[in-house]
T-cell receptor, first 116, second 111 residues
């Protein structure tokens, strides 16, 4: 299994540009989430999904859209990039707690985004 | 959803046990306690989790109080490579997708 993969690893945008951060998992996990991590801070939840076709907002959803058309993929779209969105973005997936011996969240390697 | 509270930073001498506390006073009966750590800017990595019993694996031990309002992660023999940010979170079947992490505890292991 490749686990959770994220592309691109690095990205530089200009203010106002849009882009999509890709996230895919091959573990057949129901749950997927997007987090952002600003320098010296913890992870903040942007959006999450509990299954294909179902998404919901997290702590900091403004400026981001998500969709979940398949179990495997959970892309994050920046509609109009702003310097305040400069951050490291992590995608995570998991099975339902209690369904297996190690039903934890698995994290991707992150996408480092800079908005100028 | 239950939130967690952790001290912002802790130090530990190399070779000694590191005991990292976490308060989760509003935890509900179906919520598990999970611990992760994040080294440098990598994605967080799972360490251990539990519901109400103490747990041990090859990395650490987890002690959950009887009332489940707090827990302690124990790294029995800390090494320099254990220097990282440690996160305690709570998750259940109903909120698994929206786990929030907070700022965690920065553990510094010193020679």
């Amino acid at each position: 299994n490749a686990g959770v993969t994220q592309t691109p690893k690095f990205q530089v945008l200009k203010t106002g540009q849009s882009m999509t951060l890709q996230c895919a998992q091959d573990m057949n996990h129901e749950y997927m989430s997007w987090y952002r991590q600003d320098p010296g801070m913890g992870l903040r939840l942007i959006h999450y999904s509990v299954g294909a076709g179902i998404t919901d907002q997290g702590e900091v959803p403004n400026g981001y859209n998500v969709s979940r058309s398949t179990t495997e993929d959970f892309p994050l779209r920046l509609l109009s990039a702003a310097p305040s969105q400069t951050s490291v973005y992590f995608c995570a997936s998991s099975s339902r707690p209690g369904t297996s011996g190690r039903d934890t969240q698995y994290f991707g390697p992150g996408t480092r985004l800079t908005v100028l | 959803d239950a939130k967690t509270t952790q001290p912002p930073s802790m130090d530990c001498a190399e070779g000694r046990a590191a005991n990292l506390p976490c308060n989760h006073s509003t935890i509900s009966g179906n919520e598990y306690v999970y611990w992760y750590r994040q080294i440098h800017s990598q994605g967080p990595q799972y360490i251990i989790h539990g519901l109400k019993n103490n747990e041990t694996n090859e990395m650490a031990s987890l002690i959950i109080t009887e009332d489940r309002k707090s827990s302690t992660l124990i790294l029995p023999h800390a090494t320099l490579r254990d220097t990282a940010v440690y996160y305690c979170i709570v998750r259940s079947n109903t909120n698994a997708g929206k786990s929030t992490f907070g700022d965690g505890t920065t553990l510094t292991v010193k020679p």
